[in-house]
């Protein structure tokens, strides 16, 4: 675009131009994967016997869960990429040498100079908002990812506390049914009672003994999934403290409030994620527009030919003729219209789950209050009248036993049923927003 002489240019000005560039370009040192270093890394995370309880364990997961942290690191790259967003285009160097084929006293021309655009357009300051968003964006992605990490381990958290609430339970009630099986035996040396009561109460031990809660294989793989949510080794020597009763109610607290309308779910992280994301791509809409309008560029010139010395300012532009850049627009419009509909999408989405996870919750409570109240309660008055008229002499012994199999039955449908309900509660939890917050208006779609 320009003609830019100079007259010499000494091999100290080349050096320096060239370790000026050299200087102004990064390398990249390679980073290849240490396999026994991060095997090592892994299985040392926890070196001595630990004891996790449900808080811990959620405290863990945010810190040592692999997918969580390669959000983060992505989070980290959006950033850095929106520091590093919004520069101007790079200085261009001009350097020419023309001879004059037909001698005379001054056959060479030589010429150089300098080209700096002017982002009148206002680009870059779009391209830094583009990417500023994406950033944002990015981020509620982490948070939203927390929240379902931590609905994650407190459900896995429930299924492990469920089989070791039903191992108690069969163990208590095998203790039982080994000193029932005692009586059936006498009974039966007596002859008050057939032996194939005592063959029964024996099968249905070794049914039970068999069936342990915590040694079938469905357990086994819960507990393995629990510590792969938390980030730790399949051989991590921790223990799971089951003691304390589940507290969905944590989450509650820690996720926000109710929504009190539909348009309150706005707010839920996974929605604000979208929304900055549509902000970014109409800032990025609006960058690709801009770059059909004509770029000016401005340098000086400098010269010599014919003997003589010359120095000037060069001034040009871009004529946007037939690209007009209309591929990338119609990409950029492309992405925009997508992200809108997204958010709207979300929107949506989490207005179902809302209405299911609420009438689900509902139907939770109300199955483990009647096992509870109802069910549970009857078997066992039932159980304690049995026993009462056993030792009146009102009762036989295989009518108690019977009794307190069904009082062992519901209880075990309870225990599940209130697993139910905790899991219920924290997917509700789940779709809680923060109050704190109001939806910008500029970002409703």
Not at 22 to 35: F, L
Not at 80 to 85: F, G, P, Q, V
Not at 187 to 213: H, N, S
Request: net charge negative; hydrophobic share 45%.
């Amino acid at each position: 675009m320009f003609r830019i002489v100079q007259r010499s240019l000494s091999v100290s000005l080349i050096l320096s131009i060239g370790a000026g560039i050299y200087a102004g370009c990064r390398t990249v040192a390679p980073a290849p994967i240490d396999w026994p270093h991060e095997a090592a890394v892994w299985s040392d995370a926890v070196t001595n016997r630990v004891t996790l309880s449900a808080a811990s364990a959620r405290d863990l997961a945010l810190i040592l869960n692999p997918e969580i942290n390669a959000l983060r690191l992505s989070r980290q790259n959006a950033e850095r990429e929106a520091l590093a967003a919004g520069w101007r285009e790079d200085p261009a160097f001009d350097l020419e040498s023309l001879r004059i084929l037909r001698g005379g006293p001054h056959p060479w021309i030589l010429g150089s100079g300098l080209r700096f655009s002017l982002p009148l357009t206002g680009i870059p300051g779009l391209e830094k908002r583009a990417a500023l968003a994406y950033a944002r964006a990015d981020a509620l992605a982490v948070t939203a990812a927390e929240r379902e990490l931590l609905a994650e381990v407190g459900q896995r958290w429930l299924a492990c506390a469920t089989d070791a609430r039903n191992a108690a339970a069969q163990k208590a009630y095998l203790a039982r049914l080994a000193e029932r099986e005692r009586q059936v035996a006498a009974l039966v040396a007596v002859g008050e009672l057939p032996p194939d009561e005592r063959e029964r109460l024996a099968q249905e031990r070794l049914a039970l003994e068999t069936t342990c809660p915590c040694c079938s294989a469905e357990a086994i793989a819960r507990r393995h999934a629990l510590l792969r949510t938390l980030g730790l080794h399949p051989d991590a020597p921790v223990e799971l403290d089951f003691a304390a009763a589940p507290q969905p109610d944590a989450l509650y607290a820690a996720f926000g409030a109710a929504p009190a309308t539909d348009l309150d779910l706005v707010r839920h992280p996974r929605v604000q994620e979208r929304l900055v994301r549509f902000e970014g791509s109409e800032e990025a809409l609006r960058a690709e527009l801009r770059r059909q309008y004509p770029e000016l560029e401005i340098g000086p010139q400098f010269g010599h030919e014919e003997g003589s010395a010359r120095a000037g300012v060069g001034v040009g532009f871009t004529l946007p003729l037939w690209n007009r850049n209309r591929q990338a627009i119609a990409e950029a419009e492309s992405t925009r219209d997508s992200s809108r509909f997204e958010a709207v999408a979300e929107w949506r989405t989490l207005v179902a789950e809302w209405h299911e996870a609420r009438a689900a919750l509902q139907a939770a409570e109300t199955l483990e209050r009647r096992l509870r109240e109802e069910r549970l309660a009857s078997a066992r008055a039932a159980a304690e009248r049995a026993e009462r008229l056993y030792r009146q002499g009102e009762a036989t012994l295989t009518e108690l036993i019977a009794a307190e199999a069904a009082v062992y039955d519901i209880h075990e449908a309870w225990i599940e049923a209130e697993r139910g309900l905790n899991e219920a509660r924290i997917r509700l939890a789940l779709l809680y927003v923060d109050s704190s917050t109001e939806p910008d208006p500029r970002r409703t779609p």
